[in-house]
């Protein structure tokens, strides 16, 4: 039993991760049509840069928050290469998405090396029954939950918010009552760059993070966020939590490196299967 429980929270700790870069995806597509390729680099970049802040002396805080503001910033330029001018197709935006990330090897390569780097989190941990729970997964939860809830305030309860959500329902109509999408789009990609910042300072201390760790970042969060629907940030929680789990329980009950696949696959099998419902759908409206 210890061992089930030891999963489940493991899980549900990295599931958390995948759940804010999910959300960044869903946020972007929703407001711009574009998958952003480029989703895990934010979290490579948030995680090299707090390991040097902290490394140079910042304390704790002041380096995670300064890395996520930072991720932020890349997440604004990736948008504004990704959007380019006006008319702009989603399609020629993923290339962009993805040369950025491309080019960002280089970058991360050059300034912090080709080896992994990591920082510590919280000491000590939380007896809970018969689990030791370490208090830097307390933190991801606490962080993960007060982030959904302000980013769902934010969309609700802000004019730049609603202004958000009606880009990603009609951008046609947003235009039309005079609601920049471009510059929505922009802002679309600066929340998508924090999230992704807040999701590589918090597993850094648990996973190190490399040049190319991106790549399955990108996977795991692109997965959730499929598994959430692609339909509102929030609803990326639960898909993220979910393929968490999964993907612990396939490492401790079968081999770790099978979990690595479990994402990719498990996106495939729901595109797949929308790909052929779509069909049924039109057949049955005609």
Known sequence: MSAF???????????????????GLI????VTRVVNLAQGMFAVVAGFLASSLLDAGLPHGVSELLAILVAAAVGACTGYIALGRRGTSPQASLIATLGVGIFAYALEILIWGDQPRSFSGLSGA???????VP???????????????????????TDWGKALSACASNPYAAGLVGIGVKRMGLLGFTLGGGLGGICG?????????????????FV????????????????????GVALGVAEAFVAGYSKASYQSSLALLLAL??????????????????
Not at 6 to 13: A, E, F, K, Q, T
Not at 135 to 150: N, S
Not at 273 to 284: E, I, V, W
């Open 5 to 23: 429980l030891s999963y489940l929270v493991h899980g549900v700790i990295v599931g958390c991760g995948f759940a804010l870069l999910a959300s």
């Open 27 to 30: 946020l972007i597509y929703r």
């Open 126 to 132: 939380l007896q809970l029954g018969e689990v030791n």
């Open 135 to 157: 208090w830097q997964y307390v933190l991801i939860v606490a962080v993960t939950l007060a982030t959904f809830a302000a980013l769902e305030g934010f969309l609700e309860r």
């Open 201 to 217: 300072v918090l597993l850094t201390p648990l996973r190190p993070v490399s040049y190319d760790s991106d790549v399955l970042l």
């Open 220 to 239: 795991n969060g692109f997965s959730a966020a499929i598994l959430a629907g692609m339909k509102r940030p929030v609803l990326a929680l639960a898909g």
């Open 269 to 286: 099998g729901i595109l797949i299967a929308q790909a052929y419902r779509r069909p049924t759908l039109h057949a049955a409206e005609h």
